[in-house]
């Protein structure tokens, strides 16, 4: 049984940083990639880090440089690494984690099967 387990988000001003965790429990090992997407009201979920086995990792443009995704050695937690937050990255962050995956080229993935419950982050100015 994998679970998908977000937290970490909260309000911070423009500028400041944020440290969100997400646990992913059950993960075989094999190939998985895990990923953070976000989320407003009234648009679509977009991808914005995302980690395979490998350590290879893909970015949304608009946080290359910002934002930083990691995992520790047994990876089990995932990390999504937000500075110089800006109230355009406000939104409800989701996790999700794929199992036989890879990353390539820098590329995000957008199908994932398991998913956690979101942290809400905002980003006021």
């Known amino acids: 049984q994998v679970q998908v387990v977000e937290s970490g988000g909260g309000s911070v001003q423009a500028g400041g940083s944020l440290n969100l965790s997400c646990a992913v429990s059950?993960?075989?090992?094999?190939?998985?990639?895990v990923a953070w997407f976000r989320q407003v009201p009234g648009k679509q979920r977009e991808p914005v880090a995302q980690?395979?086995?490998?350590?290879?990792?893909a970015y949304l443009d608009s946080v290359k440089g910002r934002f930083t995704v990691s995992q520790d050695n047994a990876k089990k937690i995932v990390y999504l690494q937000m500075n110089n937050l800006q109230p355009e990255d406000s939104a409800m962050y989701y996790c999700?984690?794929?199992?036989?995956?890879?990353?390539?080229?820098?590329?995000?993935?957008?199908?994932?099967?398991?998913w956690g419950q979101g942290t809400q982050v905002t980003v006021s100015s």
């Open positions: 980690i395979d086995n490998d350590d290879s990792t």
């Open positions: 999700a984690a794929e199992r036989w995956c890879r990353l390539f080229r820098g590329g995000l993935r957008y199908d994932y099967g398991y």
């Open positions: 059950g993960r075989t090992n094999d190939n998985w990639c």
